[in-house]
């Protein structure tokens, strides 16, 4: 299993940034997927799902309306579209797949916002 995330940066507060996570070694279409956040010195915590058939998510109250979480099955790909992006938003990015016999994590990607 392999999870690779994509797409993060530095951004001014206000912007918006797109993740992505390219998935391999699995039926991705058969999982729901997550992003995870963690920030210095805090708990990894998350920030939003998406069911294996993108019907159903999740948010974190602190995203809700801010953050949109959708995937692509034809291509093994979940995305964390981010929009009006606040400092507090600072942190790596994490991906990350519940399969039934264990969870696997990519390696992350920095988001920063900043002026």
């Known amino acids: 299993v392999q999870l690779v995330e994509s797409g993060g940066g530095l951004v001014q507060p206000g912007g918006s940034l797109r993740l992505s996570c390219v998935a391999s070694?699995?039926?991705?279409?058969?999982?729901?997927m997550s992003w995870y956040r963690q920030a210095p010195g805090k708990e990894r915590e998350l920030v939003a799902r998406?069911?294996?058939?993108?019907?159903?998510?999740y948010y974190a109250r602190s995203v809700k309306g801010r953050f949109t979480i959708s995937r692509d099955n034809a291509k093994n790909t979940v995305y964390l579209e981010m929009n009006s992006l606040k400092p507090e938003d600072t942190a790596v990015y994490y991906c990350?797949?519940?399969?039934?016999?264990?969870?696997?994590w990519g390696q992350g990607t920095q988001v920063t916002v900043s002026s």
């Open positions: 990350y797949a519940n399969l039934n016999w264990s969870g696997f």
């Open positions: 070694g699995f039926t991705f279409s058969n999982y729901g």
């Open positions: 998406i069911s294996s058939g993108g019907g159903s998510t």
